[in-house]
């Protein structure tokens, strides 16, 4: 009797089951010169995503919701996820080869890692622990933002413009926990799998759609917005846009990235430069958006081409399809 001639299976075409860290470490082979540190940090992020998510399910039964009693340096009141997320990526980032800089919404200042013997390539990494954290008690949508750099050789000139931002993403905690990552080469979207414990990547090169029919903005604060995003509202308005709003820049930025429209938060009354911190709310969108074709401006120019002052500055932030964005900037040059 003859053997029967193996049978050759290809799993390469198209990958069937790709996880964050196999993507991760496959990016990186793509790209010589990269240490393998960026990897070993998206994996911490993984990680701390994974426990947030664990620690938001069950709110309301451990005691995890509410004033932790202090404010941030932005005079914020923290609450305790705040804390706890704030804390626990400290503490995963810390112990990261490669991590030189950490920098967060509920740090006064940049925490700079000592350097293990041996040195190479290292990184920054700033983030928004917890974002839209004022959902929490009513069971909404939050999220946590990041934003990652190459530390310059020398170390000086530690806050660098968003355009050098080596990789930037958010997770969303929905109704599934969602993780949405570029590394400068496209935009993927990856879910938790919870039974089995790891991010599996449901989208590559995901592209935002040319042109939408939804925004978000607080639009309480319409009367002080400059009259150009008033116009533009109004016309918003007129041509059968629908409004969403979830209060949570992750939640209403996600939705904006995957069905079109346009996010906003423009200058107010009370926030002259606007709410959303450059550094860690701001700039990584601003990549997630650009890398997946949309535009993410300033209302004067591209967000990403911002030099940072400070890690807590505020800028005003217009983000989403090109054709909504670049209508918001018309109108803003006929109204200026
Ligand atoms: P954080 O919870 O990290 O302080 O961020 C809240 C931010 C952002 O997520 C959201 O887009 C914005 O605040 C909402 O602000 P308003 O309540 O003024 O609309
Ligand atoms: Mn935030
Ligand atoms: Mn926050």
Redesign the pocket.
């Known amino acids: 009797m003859s053997t029967p001639a193996p049978v050759v299976v290809s799993f390469n075409n198209p990958p069937a089951f790709i996880t964050l860290q196999a993507h991760m470490l496959a990016e990186e082979r793509r790209y010589p010169g990269t240490s393998g540190h960026l990897s070993w940090i998206v994996s911490a992020l993984a990680i701390a995503a994974k426990t947030i998510a664990a620690k938001l399910k069950n709110a309301g039964i451990e005691d995890v919701l509410g004033d932790f009693g202090s404010q941030n340096v932005q005079g914020?009141r923290q609450q305790k996820l705040d804390v706890i997320a704030n804390h626990l990526l400290i503490q995963l980032l810390g112990q990261r080869e490669g991590v030189a800089v950490i920098g967060s919404?509920e740090n006064d200042e940049l925490l700079m890692v000592e350097a293990e013997a041996g040195g190479g390539q290292r990184f920054a990494v700033l983030f928004?622990p917890?974002?839209?954290?004022?959902n929490l008690d009513v069971g909404g949508n939050v999220g946590t933002i990041f934003s990652i750099f190459e530390v310059p050789p020398g170390g000086e000139q530690l806050l660098q413009p968003g355009r050098r931002q080596v990789a930037a993403g958010y997770v969303l905690y929905g109704s599934s926990t969602i993780f949405v990552l570029t590394a400068g080469h496209g935009v993927h979207l990856f879910v938790l799998d919870t039974a089995v414990g790891a991010f599996i990547r449901v989208q590559r090169d995901l592209r935002i759609p040319a042109v939408g029919q939804i925004y978000a903005v607080?639009e309480a604060n319409l009367a002080s917005f400059p009259a150009g995003y008033q116009h533009y509202l109004a016309q918003c308005r007129e041509t059968g846009f629908t409004s969403r709003y979830a209060?949570?820049?992750v939640a209403?930025v996600h939705r904006v990235l995957l069905k079109g429209g346009i996010f906003l938060?423009p200058p107010t009354a009370k926030a002259p430069t606007g709410?959303?911190r450059l550094m860690y709310?701001a700039n990584p969108m601003a990549m997630i958006i650009e890398q997946a074709g949309g535009l993410a401006s300033t209302g004067g120019g591209s967000i990403l081409d911002v030099c940072p002052e400070h890690l807590h500055q505020r800028v005003p932030v217009a983000l989403g399809s090109p054709e909504n964005v670049t209508a918001l900037l018309a109108e803003l040059v006929r109204q200026a």
């Open positions: 914020e919404e928004d917890l974002d839209g954290s004022a607080n209060g949570a820049m209403d938060y709410k959303l709310e």
